[in-house]
């Protein structure tokens, strides 16, 4: 027995084919726009002035920044230029629009100017970025 197709079969399967079609290339489309998600780290202050400050005193700063990108930011490492400046972070992902901060202590007890740096590492589109320490120790007298 020989089986046909009837026009409206014909025409159903043209039009299931017709739909899919579009429906595959809109998708394509959709999958070409997609941008991939990024951390940008944007730090309230990129120098942190101490100032002129008393020798053995308290030398803990904060620094403020925030994740503007749409990626959860990721810091890797916080390196020092030396050891008498000491840095600590969060090792937890900051999240888009979100803040973080750095602590930064820097020991106090040599009388004089200093200018020394750290730098962030992360996922962000500026993977290393300095920040600068600058101020002066003095001995107060008593």
């Known amino acids: 027995m020989k089986l046909h197709m009837n026009t409206v079969t014909k025409g159903a399967l ?16 959709a999958l070409e726009k997609v941008e991939p998600k990024i951390a940008i780290i944007d730090f309230a202050m990129e120098t942190v002035d101490y100032g002129t400050i008393a020798q053995d ?17 990721i810091i890797t490492d916080v390196k020092s230029s030396c050891g008498c400046t000491v840095p600590s ?14 602590t930064v202590k820097y020991k106090t007890s040599k009388v004089g ?30």
Do not use: M
Not at 16 to 22: D, G, R
Not at 89 to 102: F, H, Q, R, V, W
Not at 113 to 141: D, P, Q
């Open 14 to 29: 043209l039009c299931f084919f017709l739909v899919a079609t579009v429906h595959l290339g809109y998708a394509q489309l």
């Open 89 to 102: 972070y969060s090792k937890a992902p900051i999240l888009p629009n979100k803040t973080g901060e750095i």
């Open 113 to 142: 100017a200093f200018h020394k740096t750290i730098t962030v590492l992360s996922n962000a589109t500026e993977a290393s970025k300095k920040i600068s320490i600058k101020g002066e120790v003095i001995k107060v007298s008593e």
């Open 57 to 73: 005193s308290d030398g803990t700063r904060t620094i403020s920044f925030t994740n503007t990108g749409d990626a959860p930011l």
